[in-house]
């Protein structure tokens, strides 16, 4: 079964709690976004490779601070959903998931799951998110996929994630099987 994914796979960062007309604007630059791309043939083909780029847009997000007046603390939780576009700007997915924050010294960490909702099935994708405390646009990073269904089952790799725009991200998806 193939399939056309010409968007999606976001994942969310949370904003640093800064209490500043700051916070909002780092809130909307590290939403998460999608970008696209096309990809062909099953993920579940063995020994083949295979990229999907897509574009994602934050579309919801709240937080839930464990400490509501101070600054970000470890255990803050953040859950998200962001819609998913290919390059040409069709939607194709949408992606939805948390991030727990796991630091907050250094530029500060959280580790998030997140489970992208594609055309033929889902991905699911984990991992650490470092330096979301520091001021401008959040760092690039790299998580694991570590699972999926339909297309997508026994899907393994990696998703690139870096901001392309305010509230605007750029996912490069390899899948290896």
Do not use: W
Not at 50 to 78: M, Y
Not at 135 to 145: E, L, M, R
């Amino acid at each position: 079964m193939s399939i056309d994914l010409r968007s999606h796979m976001m994942r969310p960062i949370r904003a640093a709690c800064l209490g500043t007309a700051t916070a909002l604007v780092t809130l909307l630059a590290c939403a998460p976004v999608a970008g696209a791309a096309a990809g062909t043939g099953p993920a579940h083909d063995k020994g083949k490779a295979r990229i999907i780029t897509l574009i994602g847009r934050l579309a919801e997000q709240k937080r839930f601070p464990v400490n509501r007046l101070g600054p970000a603390s470890q255990g803050d939780r953040t859950a998200f959903r962001s819609d998913l576009y290919d390059l040409q700007g069709h939607k194709v997915g949408e992606t939805g998931g948390t991030c727990t924050t796991t630091r907050t010294i250094d530029g500060g960490a959280e580790e998030c799951i997140v489970t992208y909702t594609l055309p033929g099935g889902q991905l699911s994708v984990q991992g650490m998110v470092f330096g979301i405390l520091n001021p401008g646009p959040p760092p690039a990073f790299d998580n694991a996929i570590t699972g999926g269904t339909g297309e997508f089952d026994r899907a393994r790799g990696s998703v690139h994630a870096e901001t392309i725009g305010r509230g605007v991200r750029r996912f490069t998806i390899n899948l290896q099987h």
